[in-house]
């Protein structure tokens, strides 16, 4: 599925290509699955602000099966995947049927099919950066609860399932009024509106109501979530489909000690993202992927990618490739 920039707009669509428009790498992949999310969502948008050349095949999620390698790490036949780096964005993605990447961007699957870990992709990851990055920090369940802002969306019903998993008490904060029971499914105690809640007036601090909380939404929420957090807590931010800027000041901060800790799945290094998706094939591992995923085919991926920049989709969508053109 190639994306191409003409007249100010961007078309997606089946192509026949030749082996060339895959680019350099060492592995080449035949992908099974790629997913839809926010950022593939912004690929295909004008100014978007995330591809910088088109044409390009978006899709930022690779999972499939090594088909050549001129790596010694990867053999042919490893189920491998691969996201983050230029995927999707400056160098052609999972939206077709094969990918050809560099070896330091493939992680081997341990644990996970290449379904599951397409199900979980760079939202659910980014999900467990965030929790990660909140017990990294010290928080315990018996701090209380988490406020998972966005919570139907990608990061935020990934990272309801991971947290109450790890036993926390979560509170999801979503603007869908229909999504009560699946948020509860994934284990949330509480379900809650969008934050602020229109009528609110911003203060640099309110009443304390959350220990810690995991947030994909950026703009007022976020700012409103910095002043909610109990003394000593921290927010893990990661998005901004509420928008960029926050109009906050250093109180939550400085009368508080709350941290804001920043999320970023896509420079992370590989090392370390390898041993976070073995995490996710274990102790962090998403019990109810069943509950948040639905399937499209690649050549229906257009139609998902505008659910999810009008906010209207829910959970991961799961991309399927392999026998899907
Ligand atoms: N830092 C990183 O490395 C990284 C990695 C992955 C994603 N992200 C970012 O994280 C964000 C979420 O990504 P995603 O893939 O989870 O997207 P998603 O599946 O579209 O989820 C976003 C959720 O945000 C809520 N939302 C949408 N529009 C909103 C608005 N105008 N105001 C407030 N809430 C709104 C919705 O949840 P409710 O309807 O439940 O409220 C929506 O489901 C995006 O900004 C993405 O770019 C960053």
């Known amino acids: 599925m190639v994306a191409r920039e003409s007249d100010g707009k961007i078309g997606l ?20 699955y790629s997913s839809a999310n926010y950022k593939d ?40 995947l691969a996201h983050g780096y230029e995927l999707g964005v400056s160098r052609n993605g999972g939206y077709a049927e094969y990918s050809r990447v ?6 081997k699957l341990d644990g ?22 909140l017990t990294d920090h010290g928080l315990t369940p018996e701090d209380g609860t988490v406020l998972v802002t966005g919570a139907t969306g990608g990061v935020g019903s ?14 999801a904060s979503t603007g869908k009024t229909d999504a009560g029971e699946t948020l509860a499914a994934l284990g949330a105690k509480t379900v809650i509106g969008r934050l602020p809640e229109p009528e609110t007036k911003p203060r640099p601090l309110n009443k304390t109501q959350w220990a810690a909380a995991v947030d994909s939404v950026g703009g007022a929420s976020l700012a ?17 489909t509420g928008g960029a800027a926050v109009d ?31 995490l996710l094939g274990a102790e962090l591992r998403p019990e109810h992927l069943d509950v948040i995923e639905s399937i499209a ?19 991961r969508t799961v991309v399927q490739v392999a026998g899907a053109f």
Request: zero cysteines; a negative charge; proline letters at 5%.
């Open 224 to 240: 409103y979530v910095l002043s909610s957090i109990g003394y000593g807590g921290a927010v893990a931010a990661s998005g901004l």
């Open 158 to 171: 990934v990272a309801v399932d991971i947290l109450a998993g790890l036993g926390f008490e979560v509170v």
């Open 297 to 315: 085919p690649v050549t229906d991926v257009e139609a998902v990618l505008h659910s999810i920049k009008d906010g209207t989709h829910s959970g």
């Open 41 to 80: 969502a912004l690929a295909i948008t004008p100014k978007g602000g995330v591809v910088r050349n088109y044409p390009i095949i978006p899709g930022i999620d690779i999972t499939g099966e090594v088909v050549a390698s001129d790596s010694p790490d990867f053999t042919v036949g490893d189920l491998v």
């Open 248 to 278: 906050t000041t250093v109180l939550p901060f400085i009368l508080r000690g709350v941290s804001l800790l920043g999320i970023d799945s896509v420079q992370l290094p590989i090392a370390r993202r390898r041993e976070v998706w073995e």
């Open 13 to 32: 669509n089946r192509e026949q290509v030749g082996d060339d428009f895959l680019g350099e790498g060492d592995v080449t992949i035949k992908v099974h």
């Open 102 to 107: 560099p070896a330091d961007w493939v992680v």
């Open 112 to 133: 996970l099919t290449t379904r599951e870990a397409a199900a979980i992709g760079t939202a659910g990851f980014t999900a467990a950066l965030s929790v990660q990055a």
